[in-house]
């Protein structure tokens, strides 16, 4: 069984940053994809960015490209969300997801992955 648990949520002013964390643990294997999904009140989920383990190309949704940025650190199975320049619009529950479906173009689709942490609110006003 995999398990994340994410942090790093908050509440900012427009404009503002935060840094999320997702911390993987759990039988999850060397080679896994994490991803980045956000949920605001009343829409679909939709993913943000995501990352590869083994690294290489990092994947983002139109809306925050140039904005966020993901990272890993592999020796903490710990894996970044910095995001800056927030804007209203980001406002949702963030939450970090597994799995071993890494081709580039399904990272960012919510049936790639097979484990979901709790989630982490961000409200930007």
């Known amino acids: 069984h995999v398990q994340l648990v994410e942090s790093g949520g908050g509440s900012v002013p427009a404009g503002g940053s935060l840094r999320l964390s997702c911390v993987v643990s759990?039988?999850?294997?060397?080679?896994?994809?994490v991803g980045w999904f956000r949920q605001a009140p009343g829409k679909e989920r939709e993913g943000v960015s995501a990352?590869?383990?083994?690294?290489?190309?990092?994947y983002y949704v139109d809306a925050v490209q140039g904005r966020f940025t993901i990272t890993q650190d592999n020796s903490k199975n710990t894996v970044y969300l910095q995001m800056n320049s927030l804007k209203p619009e980001d406002t949702g529950m963030y939450f970090c997801?597994?799995?071993?479906?890494?081709?580039?173009?399904?990272?960012?689709?919510?049936?790639?992955?097979?484990?979901w942490g709790q989630g982490t609110q961000v409200t930007v006003s």
């Open positions: 997801a597994a799995g071993t479906v890494c081709r580039g173009p399904y990272m960012l689709y919510d049936y790639a992955y097979d484990s």
């Open positions: 759990g039988n999850v294997g060397s080679n896994y994809c």
């Open positions: 990352i590869n383990s083994a690294g290489g190309p990092t």
